[in-house]
Structures are given as C-alpha cells and as structure tokens.
C-alpha cells in the first residue's frame, strides 16, 4: 500500500474511534472532573503505547533528545482532552464533534505558519464548506441562533481545545526527528501525564474512585486505549505520510459517526435538518480527497 494510502487508512481508523469518545463521554462528564479522568487516561494509554513500543521498534536513547518537544506536544493534547470533557458537560455530543471538524481549517493555517505548507484552492473551498456545515450543526440548524450568534457555553469551552489540537498537528511534523510514530507517541504521553498530575493533583486526590460507577470506567478505558493510544499513533503516522489539512480533513467524519455511536447507545438523535450540515462536512471530505486523487495522478503522468 502507498504511504499516502496508509495515511488515509489511518485516518478513517481515527475517525471513528474518535466519535466514541464523544458519545461515552457526554454520558459521564458530569460524573468526575476532566483533569482527574484525563490523568488517569494519559497513564493508561501511556503504558500500553510503551508496552507496544518495547515489542516492536524499541525505544532509542536518541528518542528522549530535546524532551522539551514532548512536554509541548502533551500539553497542547492535554488541554484539547481536558477542555473537551469540559465542553461536554453542557454540549450535545453532536454539537461538540461538529466544534472538532473546525480544526482542519485551523490546522491549514498553522500548517502555513510552521510549515509553509500551502493550500490549493480546492481544499480552501473544501475547508470553506466543512466549517460552513459544522456552523450549520453547531447553531442546531437554527437559522436565528446562527444570525444572532447564540452558540453554546460547551462549544464554546471545546473550540478552544480544538486550537490547541490544531497546533499540535503541524507541530508534530515540525519537531519530529526520525522517531517512529509509537515511539514519538510514547513520549508525548508520559509527558501529557506528568503534565496533568501536575495540575491535576487536587482533583485527583477529590475523586472517589471506588464509587464510580461502571459506565466511568468503560469509557476511561476506552478513551484511554481506543481514543488515546491507537489515535495518538495514527495521527502521528498518518501527519508523516500527508499534509496536516488532510489529516485533520478526517475530523468531517466525526459527527456522522457520532450519530452511529448515538444510535448505537440509545440516546436521542439529533433533529434531522442537521443531516444538511453532516452532508456538507462529508462533501468537504470528499473534495480534499479528489485533490489528494488529482495531485497523485499529476504525479504519475510526469
């Protein structure tokens, strides 16, 4: 398989597992503080990415040169995670998958700015119609919420996670030094986990573990397994193989998958009018992956 297509494989993974998260985590965010759940999932995930890269490529001594690089990287998934679960606390997880798919556009721009990546006129129109269906869902397909700016304290509190994600995807290109994706993974983890049982500590000491009901558990361990450790590593390998636009393109996914995953756990679906805003994220997906078509294609005739 081309690396380009290992990239896109990577990143269709990622998206669905990435919806889960939503959904489980609108279930139980209300029920323990986000920077103790997100200690707790960066240790977790941090152990079975290090157990994974024990078994295969190893951990070179040069893996752990700058370590600053980590502490950056971590922090910046760190507080995308923490704030997400704190957007969720008041926001449909529809609402918030929608808030995540402004984050290729973002990331376009931070590409440009750390990278000099620049952006063909399809995927600005493509990016252009992603952000214009998330508005569409995140305003509840409400024509007046939207002329009046009338968006919700949740989104609100995730967009800024979503910056912060943003930055992280061109980053990690950037500072990467030949380390492998599970490897570089590794040490952004332990990094992000140190990070938040730094400042975390208070509400970790104030959570009652032993009383938390099952529910917490399972998507403790699912965002921590599914949702941290598998989609740390597929993002890291899929931004080594594709333009950092085109790897968070795959975020326009998440809110129809969030629907399965809604559908799947028995909650309430959302209206159905904000089917046009999750057709006009998956035209925007589409579109980016023609010009991804086009170039390679351009490619092969030269």
Same mark, same amino acid.
């Given at each position: ?10 990143? #269709? @993974?990622?998206?669905? *597992?990435? &919806?889960?998260? !939503?959904? $489980? ?7 323990? =503080? /986000? ?35 980590? #502490? @950056?990287?971590?922090? *910046?998934? &760190?507080?995308? !995670?923490? $704030? ?7 926001? =449909? /997880? ?40 998330? *508005? ?57 986990? *140190? ?108």
């Amino acid at each position: 398989m081309a690396p380009q297509a290992q990239g896109h494989l990577a990143m #269709l @993974l990622f998206s669905a *597992l990435v &919806a889960g998260s !939503f959904s $489980l985590g609108g279930m139980v965010a209300n029920e323990i =503080a /986000p920077l103790a759940l997100n200690a707790v999932r960066f240790v977790i995930a941090g152990v079975a990415v290090g157990t994974v890269a024990m078994m295969t490529t190893g951990i070179p001594r040069s893996a752990f040169a700058a370590p600053w690089r980590y #502490l @950056l990287l971590g922090g *910046l998934f &760190a507080i995308y !995670f923490v $704030l997400m679960f704190e957007g969720l606390k008041t926001s =449909a /997880p529809v609402s918030s998958a929608a808030v995540f798919t402004l984050v290729p556009a973002m990331a376009g721009v931070f590409a440009w700015f750390l990278l000099r990546q620049r952006t063909t006129l399809r995927m600005a129109v493509a990016l252009g119609i992603g952000a214009a269906g998330a *508005l569409w869902v995140i305003f509840r397909a409400d024509m007046a919420a939207l002329l009046a700016f009338d968006i919700g304290r949740g989104e609100v509190i995730f967009f800024f996670g979503c910056i912060a994600h943003a930055v992280y995807t061109p980053l990690v290109r950037r500072l990467n030094r030949g380390e492998s994706a599970v490897v570089f993974s590794f040490g952004t983890l332990v990094a992000g986990a *140190l990070l938040l049982a730094v400042v975390g500590m208070g509400d970790i000491r104030a959570t009652d573990w032993a009383s938390l009901r099952p529910m917490v558990w399972v998507t403790i361990l699912y965002v921590s397994l599914c949702a941290s450790a598998i989609t740390f590593v597929l993002v890291q390998f899929a931004t080594l193989r594709l333009p950092s636009a085109k790897v968070m393109a795959y975020t326009y996914l998440v809110p129809s998958w969030v629907i399965c995953w809604e559908a799947a756990l028995g909650n309430s679906l959302p209206p159905v009018m904000i089917a046009v805003g999750i057709g006009l994220t998956i035209l925007a997906l589409l579109l980016l992956l023609r010009d991804d078509d086009a170039v390679a294609l351009r490619a092969e005739a030269t």
